[in-house]
Every structure is written in C-alpha cells, then in structure tokens.
C-alpha cells in the first residue's frame, strides 16, 4: 500500500470526508431514485453496477447520465433542472432507506474524535439532503462543518469547497488530510494543495489506484494508523 510523503505526512489537526461511496455506501437508495424516475419516462432500469458509476458530481449529473444511458434526454418541457427537482423530491423520501455507513467508519469516526482531530465533509450532494443523510444515520455528532454542493458558489474540485469545509472547522490546509473515492477528490484535493487518500470500494470508473492519491486503502479500518492516531 502507497503511504504519504514523508514531507507531508503527519498527523493532521483535521480529516475533511466525501460523502457517497467514502463514507456511506447509498448506491441502492440512489440507483432505486433515479429507477424510479426513469420508469416513469417510459425508460427501462439502469443496473445498479452502472448507477455506481454514474455517481459523483451532483444530483443533475447522476440524472443526466441515467438518461442518456437509457436513449437522451427526453423532449418536450422536461428540462434536466425539472428532472432534478422531481428526482431530489422523490429521493428526500427515503434517503436513509437502505444507505448505511461503509465497515469500520464509525468506529474510525470515533477513534479520531478521541483523538481530538476535527472532522468535515465536502459533498456534491445538495446540503440539506446531505444533513438529513447524516441525522439520520446519526453521523452528525462527528462533524464540526459540513458543505454540500449547493452550500457554495463553486463545488468539487473547485478548492473553494473544501475549503469553505476547512476554513469553518478553523484549520489551515497545511494541517488536514483529504479522503475521498474519485477522481474528482484528487483533484480538489491537489487543487487545495491537501494530501488525499481514497478507498477502493467507492463510485468510480477508474481504478482507484490509478487517480494519483496519496494514499488507498482498501477498509477503513486502514484509516487511523495511516494517519497516525
């Protein structure tokens, strides 16, 4: 397994978090979303497989995707900003139905807090559906800022996201660590001049270990002692 540079590594004051496919494994409750809204254009199911990949970069990009999957986007008045809308309605539904966190991140979570590092998250996710996500699943306790995509002029991989996230918890870049699962985490990682780590067990196309981290890991459980706690 890669580790850190020894020029960068060290143990950080702050670990900002993706959301989807880093923390919580929502596939299911995401793919059944966008299924759904699909079925009712008359459009046949995408596999969650396929769904796994598609996620990333918001809401709109996962519809997106899903149409042209299925033949394009379709005519009339459905514009992509009314399929959202109706998606993120239909999906603020049932959220947490089946999303749980990943092995080993709570017990990680909680392992950093006694630790007295401060913890955010950096999501495409629109914001309030990322903090009725987090509630639900009680992750809220961990975090000290939270942003999701909508909560910012400019989201990942902008580097003002993550660090609007840093700035929040009081930390400066020089003292947090990235993890992510995306090609996208790399860069707003190596835009905000942040050491990233990604899991392998995430939402992506691309083989994690061919993103240029840092870092991957393969389990959470992984997490603590790479980061030194």
Known sequence: MPTLPQSRFRR?????????????????????????????????????????????????????????????????????????????????????????PFPHVVDSLERFARAGIAMGVCTSKAGALTRQLLAELDLTRHFAAVAGGDDVPARKPDPSHVMHVLERMGVNADDAIYVGDSETDVKTARAANLPVILVTFGYTPVPPRELGADAVIDSFSELPALVQV
């Open 12 to 100: 950080p004051r702050a670990i900002v978090f993706d959301l989807d496919g880093t923390l919580v494994d929502s596939a299911l409750d995401l793919a059944a979303t966008l299924n759904r809204l699909l079925e009712r254009h008359g459009r046949t199911a995408v596999a969650l497989a396929d769904v796994r990949n598609m996620i990333g970069e918001g809401a709109a990009k996962l519809v997106e995707r899903g149409f042209n999957k299925t033949g394009g986007m379709p005519n009339g008045s459905w514009t992509l900003e009314k399929l959202t809308v109706d998606f993120l309605a239909d999906y603020s539904r049932a959220v947490a139905l089946h999303t749980r």
